[in-house]
């Protein structure tokens, strides 16, 4: 096993930094953060529970069902979003998907709602 493992760091740092004879380097765009855009209008799923629940367990849940999400504290309470998204429509979708993997999983009493909010700059 470990043979098999030194043989695929050997090749993957065999290839790191080599370019082809006659090919220059491309210039790369640079690389702007997302706080650093614009105020630009995002949308986010806000998952929340009517019983009351662990984030740990619902953040835990939706990172096993392929839900990437953060947590935010509003008004002294902890929040969980999915999201940014870019347009209303595409947060809607993932709503719909969200709300699908819920019933899948019998989770009925759990909710999710499209919000809104601006980037800062």
Partial sequence: MRKMV???AVLALAGCGQQSGGESKKPQPPIVPAHV????PQWD???QGETVQAISDLTGWLIE???VSYVVTQDGKQRVLVGPFSSKAEAESRQADLTAALARAKKMNIESLVVEHHTAQ
């Fill in 65 to 67: 069902h392929s839900f």
């Fill in 6 to 8: 030194w043989v695929i």
């Fill in 45 to 47: 799923v806000l998952v």
């Fill in 37 to 40: 855009e614009a105020a630009t």
